[in-house]
């Protein structure tokens, strides 16, 4: 199976008013073949959004970029290549759709600027944008062509993001959050479609989220994050049932349900570190309750069966 | 059970609204009691009015109508200043940390406030102050801080401890952690109970997330539209919910497992209904086609059961050779099957990968379920079926349908130039299938169902001779909410799904216009369709109401008069038997009635044994006279099995 996108130690650091932060994104690799679904998870802060913005070329002037990007055909791309990739074959969909929509254009108009842009045959546009619709399970697709994005659900307007998105075709979707700003049995709806969709048109996807258990059902691999760094990664179910790292521990461990006892969640101590504050060694260290002394170097990578595991006390 | 600590009762809350003179009613009636030491979580999704129930509880916001008691004292026309004392025992942790702390104030203000309202010294104030930090956590040294300089956490801690300055007997907890981190919520989810044991406090907790409400509470509310659906002990909610909608949050909550789309890898757009893809196609037709919902009822009807065991020992013979049901069943290829005897469930069985709760494709069982809501439209003078189709969509004038009635669509004697013939790729049922979308379409025409219509023609005398023709309902789909302005889907919802208890939506599948695909469209659960039957033997009555015309419904029983009953291929798979309101009638003694759809799907009405049969099928081919032997023959062998009762 072919890799559609493989990052090699890809690290970004920051200067902020002549302050220079230094990797909040530190010795990314990552790999997603044709077809597949990499998850990233983690919690605030922790570099999965700039993760994206980093392979979409898209940081601001103030981050200097460093590592390899390698995207399909087109081997290692800059961030200046990035922008004819951008958008056609690779493309992507937010967080909160309401914001990602112009309100003063309806549908038909913002979907149809993008099928001009993907040079869409005049004569096919209609077609493709109400083929489009449909395939993302908007039945009313007339009604939904001539609405401004105000006058559509969250769960509707979603779905027409994803419809922008797949108008090109890409082979990369980058799912940032798609499911946070939804309700759950609505959000669980998009999954599903993402799923399908993925299935009938193949391409690859990049799915972020803090919501595990979304990530859990869309991807065949998991990356765990944590401070800018993955701490371990593999195949989802594998990553799942016997986690690795403390830190994937201790987040399955909170994860709250009735067959849990009250009270007994596993409760990682501390808070999830400022990127502003740089770290030395294991960044998770400060909060792991498996913490010895080496863990203040950098932790090496461990493989254990199909996971990787960034700890000194991996395997132990 | 321990004492009851706070009494809602009948609460109501309606809110003015620009769209209605009634207004939008937030809370509707809502009665729930909350007991020492329990924790009642309310779980909801977004609007469905758990905040405004909860500030209607405690006392921030009036209630439109009914009363809340708190520690056995009414709230309900008191001054802030009279119930001042009482609401000292109730306490506040809401959403946003940072937002619900004053930003100028410290954290030892912040947690000092109420009690300096209370009129303490200031010597208490300190010593409880010190002693809550300690008990949610915090260090002494961070009381100088301000909520900027705390992490979200920390900050959902100070508001802890200052909901627990006056020491309140209940606390509203609203989406207390909904803003934290995972393993920060964790952390807050196990202080909330350890204080709660410590203080012997009861929690109204409210949340979005089911996971959380589950975790920490004693019994689970789930609220929707403003109602509770369903209340009940937290394992009886989550292990066995009751409410449709419950079951779609807990499926929308579960499992950390990677969905599987379980499409075969072979799925092809023109072989999906034919065997084996439609083994997995006819019960995931929405992974593949669009769909409209046709939403069931708020208050489904739960259909009673007492399993005959002995219906898997009936022996059923059919042209020589004789099978026990189970082995029938297998035999042809079935998906799902259920039984009802005087409308309780007697026998009930589930074969690849089927459920209860999983759709199923009717194909043209679906038409039949369209008569039905002609009955309706018709009784209420909504469409009159003697006119000619075209009369009301007059751009189907020059079509088949410029003469064609509606009733004469009903009846299938509609003199049609039309080839039903499922497989041959060039006959009118193919391209009625493309424009449907249900098949794939390079031919440049038939794009959508419309069109396709408008290019049918007569070939005869409309209402002398019987000719089974698809087209003709899809365009009664399409006239009917033509004329009433309403979405097939939604009318068969309201008008049917709805009124008969329908436990699970339904779904139906549209063309590339969005419209309803009547013919064959529509998907539902077994017991659904089974309960669609009961309502046509009941003659048209369902709890109570009367839904379907009675005269329609013996008119369907009484069949066709019989000089439209031709010699055609309907003789050699029913003998005798007519088809009348998209009914099928059989002509044995028994008068069966019954809907029949491509590749095995039934539902067959007994009015002799008061049985009704609800099955699915996936045969590897659409029609096929033994295949239809072996159903006749099963269904009445089930149902006879039934007499003695």
């Known amino acids: 199976m072919s890799t559609v996108l493989k990052l090699s130690n890809v690290e970004v650091d920051f200067e902020i008013n002549g302050v220079v932060v230094n990797s909040p994104l530190r010795g990314i690799n ?121 006058q559509l659900s969250g769960g509707m307007l979603q779905r027409c993001m994803i419809a922008m998105a797949l108008i090109s ?4 979707l980058i799912a940032d959050e798609p499911t946070t700003a939804l309700d759950a049995t609505i959000g669980a709806q998009v999954l599903a479609l993402i799923s399908s969709l993925q299935k009938r048109e193949g391409f690859a996807m990049l799915f972020i989220s803090h919501d595990v258990s979304a990530v859990a059902k869309v991807s065949d691999d ?26 994937t521990r201790g987040l399955l461990g909170a994860i709250p349900s009735a067959q849990k006892a009250r009270g007994t969640l596993v409760a990682i101590a501390g808070n999830v570190p400022s990127v502003l504050t740089s770290v030395v060694g294991c960044a998770f260290a400060e909060r792991c309750p498996l913490r010895i002394e080496s863990c203040s170097q950098e932790p090496p990578i461990v493989q254990i069966n199909n996971q990787s595991v960034s700890c000194w006390r991996a395997g132990q | 059970m321990s004492e009851i600590v706070m009494q809602i009762s009948n609460v109501s809350k309606v809110f003015p609204s620009r769209d209605s003179k009634k207004g939008f009613t ?43 008691t708190i520690l056995g004292q009414d709230m309900a026309g008191k001054s802030r200043r009279a119930t001042r004392s009482l609401r000292s025992n109730l306490g506040f942790v809401f959403q946003d940390p940072a937002g619900s702390i004053n930003p100028r104030m410290s ?25 809550l930090m300690d008990r949610v956590g915090l260090a002494s040294s961070q009381l100088s801080r301000k909520s900027h300089e705390l992490s979200g956490g920390q900050c959902q801690r100070v508001a802890i401890a200052r909901a ?71 394992s009886d909610v989550v292990n066995a919910p009751a409410h449709p909608f419950t079951r779609e949050l807990i499926r929308a909550y579960s499992g950390v497992e990677k969905l599987e789309s379980d499409m075969p890898a072979d799925f092809d757009l ?70 009802l005897h005087k409308g309780s469930i007697v026998y009930e069985k589930y074969f690849n990968a089927m459920t209860p709760t999983s759709l199923h494709l009717l194909q043209s069982v679906s038409k039949s379920i369209l008569g039905a809501l002609y009955a309706i439209l018709a009784e209420r003078g909504v469409v009159d079926i003697s006119k000619p189709i075209a009369h009301y969509l007059p751009e189907l004038v020059s079509s088949v349908y410029e003469h064609a009635t509606i009733a004469q669509a009903l009846d299938m004697t509609v003199a049609i130039d039309f080839s039903e013939d499922y497989l041959d790729p060039n006959s009118e049922m ?29 070939n005869g005398e409309h209402g002398k001779v019987y000719q089974y023709c698809s087209a003709n309902t899809d365009v009664l789909a399409w006239l009917i909410s033509e004329v009433t302005g309403i979405q097939y889907q939604d009318l068969v919802s309201q008008e049917i799904w709805q009124p008969m208890g329908a436990a699970i939506d339904a779904s139906v599948t549209l063309d590339s216009e969005g419209l309803s695909v009547g013919n064959g469209g529509i998907s539902s659960t077994a017991r659904d369709l089974a309960l669609f039957g009961q309502l046509i033997l009941d003659g048209g009555r369902a709890q109570g109401v009367q839904i379907i015309p009675q005269h329609w419904v013996d008119e369907t029983f009484a069949g066709a008069s019989t000089d439209v009953i031709s010699a055609d291929y309907l003789q050699a798979l029913h003998p005798g038997g007519s088809y009348k309101n998209k009914w099928w009638i059989t002509a044995s003694s028994s008068r069966e009635i019954f809907g029949v759809g491509i590749y095995g799907q039934y539902v067959w009405v007994d009015p002799t044994t008061q049985c009704v049969i609800a099955k699915f099928s996936s045969l590897p081919i659409p029609v096929d006279s033994l295949h239809s032997r072996k159903h006749m023959a099963l269904f009445r062998a089930i149902c006879s099995a039934n007499i003695p009762t």
Not at chain 1, 101 to 119: C, D, K, S, Y
Not at chain 1, 222 to 237: F, L, M, S
Not at chain 2, 205 to 225: E, F, K, Y
Request: charged share 20%; aromatic share 6%; net charge negative.
């Open chain 1, 30 to 150: 990552l790999e997603i073949k044709a077809g597949k679904t990499l998850g990233i998870v983690g919690e605030t802060g922790c570099g999965k959004t700039l993760t994206a913005t980093a392979i979409m070329g898209l940081l601001p002037s103030s981050a200097v970029q460093r590592g390899v990007v390698e995207f399909g055909n087109h081997g290692a791309v800059s961030s200046g290549d990035m922008a004819a990739i951008r958008g056609s074959e690779i493309t992507m969909i937010f967080q909160n759709p309401a914001a990602a929509f112009n309100p003063i254009f309806t549908i038909e108009a913002q979907l149809r600027m993008v099928a001009q842009r993907r040079n869409i045959a005049k004569d096919e546009i209609d077609s493709t944008l109400i083929h489009r619709l449909e395939s993302v399970g908007l039945k009313d697709s007339q009604r939904v062509l001539a609405s401004y994005p105000h």
């Open chain 1, 169 to 172: 075709t890409p082979m990369l």
């Open chain 1, 222 to 247: 998991i990356a765990v994050v944590y401070a800018g760094r993955i701490v371990e990664t593999g195949p989802t179910r594998e990553v799942m049932n016997s986690p690795q790292h403390p830190y």
């Open chain 2, 26 to 68: 937030a809370v509707d009636s809502i009665s729930i009691d909350l007991h020492k030491g329990e924790v009642l979580g309310v779980v909801g999704e977004s609007g469905s009015g758990k905040s405004t129930l909860a500030r209607c509880a405690f006392g921030i916001t009036a209630p439109t109508s009914g009363s809340v």
């Open chain 2, 107 to 131: 954290v030892q203000r912040a947690i000092a406030e109420p009690l300096l309202l209370a009129g303490q010294s200031s010597d208490e104030i300190d010593k409880r102050v010190n002693f």
């Open chain 2, 164 to 234: 627990l300055a006056t020491n309140p007997k209940i606390v509203l907890l609203d989406e207390p952690t909904s803003s934290l981190d995972l393993s920060v919520q964790a952390q807050i989810l196990n202080l909330l109970e350890e204080l709660r044991r410590d203080f012997d406090l009861t929690y109204f907790l409210i949340s979005h997330n089911l996971d959380v409400v589950s975790h920490l509470s004693d019994r689970v509310a789930v609220m929707r539209d403003g109602v509770f659906v369903e209340v009940g002990k937290t």
């Open chain 2, 270 to 339: 023109d072989r999906w209904q034919d065997g084996p893809l439609n083994r997995w196609a006819f019960q995931n037709v929405s992974q593949f086609l669009p769909v409209a919902t046709i939403g069931g009822s708020k208050s489904p009807v739960n259909l009673p059961q007492s399993i005959d065991p002995t219906i898997d020992f009936v022996k059923v013979e059919v042209e020589g050779k004789t099978y026990s049901v189970p082995e029938l069943l297998e035999d042809i290829d079935t998906d799902a099957i259920v039984v």
């Open chain 2, 430 to 458: 193919a391209r009625l299938d493309r424009a449907a979308g249900w098949r794939s379409n390079s031919t440049g025409r038939d794009l959508a169902l419309r069109g396709f219509l408008k290019t049918l023609r007569a």
